[in-house]
């Protein structure tokens, strides 16, 4: 376990680039004030705090943006910038384009469904039981007089 935390943040830094970041970063306005704070590193930050444990969230995470950039930012300013929609999109980006090799994966899908269905992870059906008089309506199964048949797909 301990090899695998080793190298959480080359492969955090592998799956998100500065130059991404940054490109992201400026175009959802998330870098202000001359480029203080820097979208790679304040991202990079944040994923690494939730590894942590003893401090607090905001804390952690300002204490590992310290670590990687060598800046210590104010504890209120670092907070208010979770309050920004810039900060929800550059999240949302930075997210969607870490995940973005398993959603475009190039080998087909073996099953027809996941073809039609990406985002489908269960499919199910399950026979419920109904009220016998709709008999003539829903014709039910072995055990069931009346049955309607159920399909989840999540």
Do not use: C, N
């Not at 870098?31 to 942590?52: E, H, K, N």
């Not at 670092?78 to 475009?104: C, G, H, M, N």
């Not at 016998?132 to 072995?142: E, N, P, S």
């Amino acid at each position: 376990m301990r090899a695998a935390y080793d190298q959480l943040m080359p492969s955090l830094k592998r799956m998100l680039p500065s130059r991404s970041l940054g490109v992201i970063g400026r175009t959802v306005s998330f870098i202000r004030r001359l480029r203080q704070v820097r979208a790679s590193v304040f991202v990079w930050a944040v994923v690494m705090s939730r590894f942590g444990h003893g401090l607090p969230g905001f804390e952690q995470a300002r204490q590992w943006y310290w670590r990687l950039s060598g800046k210590l930012l104010a504890p209120r300013s670092f907070q208010l910038r979770f309050k920004s929609s810039a900060t929800v999109t550059l999240f949302e980006q930075a997210f969607d384009r870490a995940v973005r090799p398993w959603r475009e994966d190039p080998g087909k899908p073996k099953h027809p469904l996941v073809r039609r269905f990406a985002d489908v992870v269960a499919w199910d059906s399950t026979p419920i039981q109904v009220a016998d008089r709709l008999r003539r309506f829903y014709k039910g199964t072995r055990h069931m007089k009346a049955a309607l048949k159920v399909v989840l797909a999540a």
